[in-house]
């Protein structure tokens, strides 16, 4: 594959999760409590592309396939849409912008201020997302960029303190980061390789 066929391929996995919501809504009709499945659906979404997001380095480095980066990108963004897109429905929907009761409701529960502490930590990794941006930010873009694993972490967190009692699939989603992290870190290309001779 090339380039274009991986950064194609990027922008339809970042579309997935809106067919496939689209495609529920066709068969089934309208859930019972839409703006609860928005939310949901919208944050499930966000996450998953969050950590695809991550996986391409760890991916692109095992295989030796440079071009599997361009995907990075993209999926990184559909994943702040999405983030955005959750928090909105939450805004508008469920409160109606009603400033008083959102911030009363937001600071009364840990699972919201981990929610918003990841959505702040987000905003700045898609406003500097540009080549232009990497261009100015020179070596401190990457040092910028590092704290996409801190908003990861605050995702999940806030995913397990929403969920309460069955935090399975959120641990399991904090098991797949924290093994992303550390393929990053560690050299594995090399020592898979050296382990090959």
Avoid at 25 to 42: E, F, Q, T
Avoid at 46 to 65: I, K, Y
Avoid at 87 to 93: D, G, P
């Amino acid at each position: 594959m090339n380039r274009l066929s991986i950064r194609i391929s990027a922008h339809l996995i970042g579309l997935i999760p809106l067919l496939w919501y689209a495609s529920t809504l066709w068969r089934h009709g309208w859930p019972l409590d839409p703006v609860a499945s928005y939310i949901a659906a919208s944050g499930t979404a966000a996450l998953q592309l969050l950590v695809a997001s991550l996986a391409v380095t760890p991916v692109q480095r095992l295989s030796g396939r440079s071009a599997l980066g361009v995907m990075r990108r993209p999926l990184g963004l559909y994943a702040f849409a999405y983030t955005m897109a959750h928090l909105l429905v939450y805004l508008m929907l469920d409160y109606a912008w009603n400033w008083s009761q959102i911030s009363q409701n937001i600071f009364s529960k840990r699972h919201l201020i981990a929610g918003l502490l990841a959505t702040l930590l987000f905003i700045p990794l898609a406003l500097t997302s540009t080549t232009g941006w990497q261009k100015r930010l020179g070596r401190w873009w990457k040092h910028l960029h590092r704290i996409v694993y801190g908003a990861a972490g605050l995702a999940v967190l806030h995913y397990v303190w929403l969920v309460k009692s069955d935090t399975r699939i959120p641990y399991l989603y904090a098991t797949i980061i924290g093994i992303l992290l550390l393929m990053r870190l560690l050299p594995l290309r090399k020592v898979l390789h050296a382990q090959s001779r």
